[in-house]
């Protein structure tokens, strides 16, 4: 599975847009990237998944570039209820050490008034 | 719609006692997971199924043991409990096998052992 290397923390006001960058560089052919957030006290949520260019959810945007040895999370217009922590995670579906996920420390985004 | 929930929430152990906690996922989900999470780090994985009737190894095994007793459900067992197994424990599931399936996460098991 790919490496992956986000920030540690991030802050942030209220009504800003947060950009989150990730960087895989060996990432292989057949590999995704997805996001999870999770507040305290709670499990990891799926937010956002891509391959390649840009998706846009009713959460967030997910920007990967041609070489796809980066991806940017962005939050548009954040609120108080976004700080949490964003995990990055690169994989596939094909290679025997898929169950071998990675989670990483994340990045801890912090909104503020 | 429950998801993935798990029991108990929370629960305080005396060391070398014995444990299991319990996961249910009401998706139909193929794969299921056990993670266990230290303050200030991510998520480790412990065991996995990728589907009912196979458990594999991930990344901390030691000291665990497991079962997918069915397809809904996935057991996580500490036969002789240790301070160092003090973490919060999350199961997961997954429509399909592979790191490229969304996860759904139930809300953790807080265990303490003393």
């Known amino acids: 599975l790919a490496k992956t290397t986000q920030p540690i923390s991030m802050d942030s006001y209220e009504g800003q847009e947060v950009n989150i960058t990730c960087s895989h560089n060996n990432i292989a052919t057949n590999d995704y990237i997805t996001w999870y957030q999770q507040f305290p006290s709670q499990g990891p949520r799926f937010i956002i998944q891509?391959?390649?260019t840009k998706v846009t959810n009713e959460v967030a945007s997910l920007f990967i570039p041609a070489d796809r040895k980066s991806s940017t999370l962005s939050l548009p217009r954040v609120s108080l209820s976004d700080t949490a922590v964003y995990y990055c995670l690169v994989g596939d579906s094909l290679t025997d050490s898929w169950g071998k996920l990675q989670f990483g420390s994340g990045t801890q985004v912090v909104v503020t008034p | 719609n429950a998801g993935v929930t798990q029991t108990p929430k929370f629960q305080v152990l005396k060391t070398g006692q014995s444990m299991t906690l319990q996961c249910a996922q009401d998706m139909n989900h193929n794969s299921m997971y056990w993670y266990r999470q230290d303050p200030g780090m991510g998520l480790r994985l412990i065991y996995y199924s990728a589907s009912e009737g196979t458990t594999d190894k991930g990344e901390v095994p030691n000291g665990y043991n497991v079962s997918r007793l069915n397809k809904r459900e996935f057991s996580l067992r500490l036969e002789s409990a240790a301070p160092s197994q003090t973490s919060v424990y999350f199961c997961?599931?997954?429509?399909?096998?592979?790191?490229?399936?969304?996860?759904?996460f139930g809300d953790g098991t807080r265990l303490s052992i003393l």
């Open positions: 891509g391959y390649k």
């Open positions: 997961a599931s997954s429509e399909l096998r592979g790191a490229d399936q969304p996860q759904h």
